[in-house]
Every structure is written in C-alpha cells, then in structure tokens.
Nanobody, 127 residues
Framework: QVHVVESGGGLVQDGGSLRLSCTASGRTLSNLMMGWFRQAPGKEREFVAAISRSSGSTDYSDSVKGRFTISRDNAQNTVYLQMNSLKPEDTAVYFC????????????????????WGQGTQVTVSS
C-alpha cells in the first residue's frame, strides 16, 4: 500500500508561481512512477506531468510544457511540481498519483494506470 499526500496549493495571481509537493510513503519512491493530474470544476481529470522511476524521463501536457517542471527527491520520498507563469486556466484541484507496475512509456498519461492517489490540493490563479 502506498499513501500519497499533496501539499503546497493556494491562491496566486496571474503570472505567479507555486510549488506543489507530493510525499509517498509505504514504498521506496524510486520504485514508483509518479504523475500529476488536475481537475477543474465541470471538467474531466487531465494529465499534467509525469516522471519515470529512474528520473531519466519526464513528460508534460502541451498546456503546461515550458512553464511547469516535475522533479523527484528519492531520499525525501517527495515529488515536486514547480509551476511558473501561472494562468487563470491553471485553476484546478491538483492530484498526485503513483504506480508500482505500469510502464512509463505506455501509461504515464493515463489516470487509470495509476493505482494510488492523493486527496488533491487546490490551486487558484486570479486574473
């Protein structure tokens, strides 16, 4: 069992920055594929970013590429999502997800392939 907890959300102005953190306990972080997803009111949950177990590979949705950076600190069992140049359309609940077995290559963008999820953290970007 893996317990996932996000933190770091909040209210920020258009153009501002936030850093989200995600801690995963119960398994060594280096064994987990990690992803960030978000869900805005009335919309489906969407992929934001993912990082492979080895940290050698990352992936981003087109809407955040160049503005967001995903990273991991295996020693701290923590994954980060640095969000810069935030826009009002980034407003959503952000979820961290983890998986032990799915292939990063084929599954990183698929919410259904992640077995463990956090409770979410709200990010609000005001215009």
């Amino acid at each position: 069992q893996v317990h996932v907890v996000e933190s770091g959300g909040g209210l920020v102005q258009d153009g501002g920055s936030l850093r989200l953190s995600c801690t995963a306990s119960g398994r060594t972080l280096s064994n987990l594929m990690m992803g960030w997803f978000r869900q805005a009111p009335g919309k489906e949950r969407e992929f934001v970013a993912a990082i492979s177990r080895s940290s050698g590979s990352t992936d981003y949705s087109d809407s955040v590429k160049g503005r967001f950076t995903i990273s991991r600190d295996n020693a701290q069992n923590t994954v980060y999502l640095q969000m810069n140049s935030l826009k009002p359309e980034d407003t959503a609940v952000y979820f961290c997800a983890a998986d032990l077995n799915s292939s990063f290559l084929s599954s990183r963008r698929l919410a259904q392939r992640y077995e463990y999820w956090g409770q979410g953290t709200q990010v609000t970007v005001s215009s």
